[in-house]
């Protein structure tokens, strides 16, 4: 490969970058063609293969995973450059989807970039000669869901269209202030002959169908962002969080759906967080990572549910950019009668601090577990003890009598 002809390919929605890293290339003898969106990237990918790419992983409404997928789909075999203002574990998480797509990702640029770096980084590019092999992607099959009788995927799909789907919420406490940090979503089903139902009497059997837990998801995120004018208006403009079911992310487009719901809502990404639980590790692990780290570098927070409970869960907390992590219930309930369960919540209350990841314990039923989560150093609580989840009206009733007492 001849010095001449080695052609890098840069897009990044921010000119200044753009026009620095074409300085330094071209004073190095590239040719260097730079892109502010997908598009034109797209475009210039068609015109003339590079031999180096450099992708920013924050474009504005595309992102730079989507970059990535595109560069995978048209078999572009060289170096990829990754370049964020993120931290290092979304930059991280964003290599490895980089390379379950193939992609010969070759190093990842924490902005600001130094010059000094970037010279140096294509001097060693022009000396590499031929780009790996992109390994395949492994796919895993889906879980099936334990099969519950009664209900079916049908019934709930119905349901939702006949409006005798409900949400309830239930606050997120702050161990130091007491103070309502967030909320949480849950489903409740108005049965017109059974009567109220809960979601784990229903939820397995939507996951049985992909369509009806995908409708079932965005029906959740739309009611709860209709709702949360409501608790703006008296005063609550704490995030929401939202459960989303390891099916929801067979659907590669599932953060720009959210991301468009929000904007059409005039909100922020502030608004909703995600909790997953972890059975996303025994789904399709690409993908679901990709769609994450999507979703984080979109905004939203996202924490990891029941945590303590699923099988490979540490290696999910290692691949997927979670910000936050709820330790079971199970554990925290245990806490004061065994040795071994204290130990998993302190252990995981320290791996939190380390990972800087924010903690909350579920399953806070009495004044005692709260003062015991409160010592360990927990970040926030949710539980029995602060209050059960409520319909919106009686939820925010219960913060103004408390805001009163303060
Ligand atoms: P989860 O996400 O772990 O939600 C917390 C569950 O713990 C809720 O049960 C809540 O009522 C219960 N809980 C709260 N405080 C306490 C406590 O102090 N003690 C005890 N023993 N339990 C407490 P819920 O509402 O029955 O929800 C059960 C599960 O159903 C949820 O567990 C979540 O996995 C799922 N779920 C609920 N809503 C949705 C939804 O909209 N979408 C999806 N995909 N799943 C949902
Ligand atoms: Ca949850
Ligand atoms: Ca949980």
Not at 4 to 25: K, N, T, W, Y
Not at 59 to 88: C, H, N
Not at 229 to 248: K, L
Request: aromatic share 6%; glycine share 6%; proline share 4%.
């Amino acid at each position: 490969m001849d010095k001449g002809s080695m052609h890098l390919l840069v897009i990044d929605d921010d000119v200044r970058i753009c026009s620095f890293v074409a300085a330094i290339g071209t004073a190095l003898g590239w040719t260097v063609d730079t892109a502010g969106e997908k598009a034109r990237f797209e475009a210039l990918m068609h015109e003339r293969r590079p031999d180096a790419v450099i992708v920013d992983l924050q474009l504005g409404a595309t992102d730079g995973i989507e970059v990535l997928r595109f560069l995978a789909d048209a078999r572009y075999r060289g170096p990829v450059v990754l370049v964020s203002g993120f931290d290092d574990r979304v930059l991280s998480a964003a290599q490895d989807v980089g390379a379950s797509f193939g992609l010969d990702i070759v190093q990842i640029l924490e902005k600001p970039i130094r010059a000094a770096i970037m010279r140096g980084l294509l001097t060693e590019l022009e000396s590499r000669h031929s780009a790996q092999l992109p390994s395949q992607a492994q796919v895993q099959p889906g879980v099936a869901a334990t099969v519950q009788p009664g209900f079916t995927s049908q019934d709930i799909a119905r349901a939702l269209d006949a409006g005798e789907m409900l949400l309830h919420f239930q606050p997120i406490v702050s161990a130091g202030s007491l103070d309502v940090v967030s909320l949480e979503a849950l489903i409740r089903w108005q049965h017109p002959i059974i009567g109220l139902v809960q979601p784990d009497q229903f939820i397995p059997i939507a996951e049985q169908d992909d369509e009806t837990i995908d409708k079932l998801t965005m029906w959740v995120i739309q009611k709860t962002l209709q709702l949360r004018r409501c608790f703006e208006q008296a005063g609550i403009s704490v995030p929401i969080a939202v459960n989303i079911s390891g099916i929801n992310l067979h659907r590669l487009e599932f953060p720009d759906l959210v991301a468009r719901q929000l904007v059409d809502a005039g909100f922020a990404p502030t608004a909703l967080t995600f909790e997953m639980t972890e059975s996303i590790a025994t789904i399709d692990a690409h993908r679901a990572t990709d769609i994450l780290t999507r979703l984080r570098l979109k905004g939203f927070e996202l924490a990891i549910d029941d945590l303590g409970t699923g099988y490979s869960s540490l290696r999910a907390l290692r691949n997927i950019p979670f910000s936050c992590l709820k330790i079971d219930k199970s554990f925290v309930l245990e806490a004061a009668t065994s040795r071994a369960s204290l130990a998993i919540v302190k252990s995981i209350i320290d791996m939190g601090r380390s990972m800087r990841l924010r903690s909350v314990a579920e399953g806070v039923e009495t004044a005692e577990i709260a003062s015991q989560m409160t010592e360990l150093g927990i970040d926030a609580m949710q539980g029995f003890h602060f209050t059960q989840p409520l319909p919106a009206d009686k939820l925010i009733g219960w913060i103004a009598d408390r805001r009163k007492m303060a």
